[in-house]
């Protein structure tokens, strides 16, 4: 069984600035705090098409993720390795996020999109968020009868960490327009 959500946020803040915070939310000291299960960032390859008007860059997310204890037993990790492709598209002002695990695939499936465009409502000034995830847990024998409850327990999990992870783009939008600004945030 597959679960998936979708969930849809307005930042109120031009696409400029929400892509931008997209970039430095790892980065901030104040996020690793908010964002402690992400233990690592890792740019493996960027490729700028300057007559497309695109940047690609692919990164490599490490992630605490602890389940339940006796999936840590079967698994016998609650260490995740993930792969972040990112599209850039300045002309048509999208931003693009696929991300999936590449470890633990045996045992569990993720896979996380986040597309940023200016909100049709006020294209200049908002930014409008929809992201989908889709979470599958591979049924093994020993697993079998927990598999719909494991999936929904990632699933609660990762609405949590999405939360979190609007709280800290909120927080780099608003440092970013006092940094523009002139004033320290």
Same mark, same amino acid.
């Given at each position: 069984?597959?679960?998936?959500?979708?969930?849809?946020?307005?930042? #109120?803040?031009?696409?400029?600035?929400?892509?931008?915070? *997209?970039w430095? =939310?790892?980065?901030?000291? @104040?996020? &690793?705090?908010?964002?402690?299960?992400?233990?690592?960032?890792?740019?493996?390859n960027?490729?700028l098409?300057?007559?497309?008007?695109?940047?690609?860059?692919?990164?490599?997310?490490?992630?605490?993720?602890?389940g339940?204890w006796?999936?840590?037993?079967?698994?016998?990790?609650?260490?995740?390795?993930?792969?972040?492709?990112?599209?850039?598209?300045?002309?048509? #002002?999208?931003?693009?996020?696929?991300?999936?695990?590449? *470890?633990?695939? =045996?045992?569990?499936e993720? @896979?996380? &999109?986040?597309?940023?465009?200016?909100?049709?409502?006020?294209?200049?000034?908002?930014?409008?968020?929809?992201?989908?995830?889709s979470?599958?847990?591979?049924?093994?024998?020993?697993?079998?009868?927990?598999?719909?409850?494991v999936?929904?327990?990632?699933?609660?999990?990762?609405?949590q960490?999405s939360?979190?992870?609007r709280?800290?783009?909120?927080?780099?939008?608003?440092?970013?327009?006092?940094?523009?600004?002139?004033? *320290?945030?």
């Amino acid at each position: 069984m597959v679960r998936a959500y979708a969930q849809e946020h307005t930042y #109120r803040h031009p696409w400029e600035r929400v892509t931008s915070a *997209s970039w430095r =939310k790892f980065a901030d000291p @104040e996020n &690793k705090r908010i964002l402690s299960h992400i233990l690592e960032v890792d740019t493996l390859n960027h490729k700028l098409d300057s007559q497309a008007g695109k940047l690609y860059t692919t990164r490599a997310i490490t992630i605490h993720a602890p389940g339940p204890w006796f999936v840590r037993k079967i698994v016998g990790q609650d260490i995740c390795h993930c792969v972040e492709s990112t599209v850039v598209d300045a002309q048509s #002002r999208s931003m693009q996020l696929a991300t999936r695990n590449i *470890s633990l695939q =045996k045992y569990i499936e993720v @896979e996380e &999109k986040i597309r940023y465009d200016p909100h049709p409502d006020n294209p200049n000034g908002w930014t409008i968020c929809r992201q989908e995830t889709s979470i599958r847990i591979k049924p093994l024998s020993a697993l079998a009868s927990m598999a719909e409850k494991v999936e929904q327990r990632c699933v609660e999990k990762f609405q949590q960490n999405s939360v979190k992870g609007r709280e800290v783009m909120e927080r780099m939008c608003k440092y970013l327009e006092a940094e523009s600004t002139g004033f *320290s945030a």
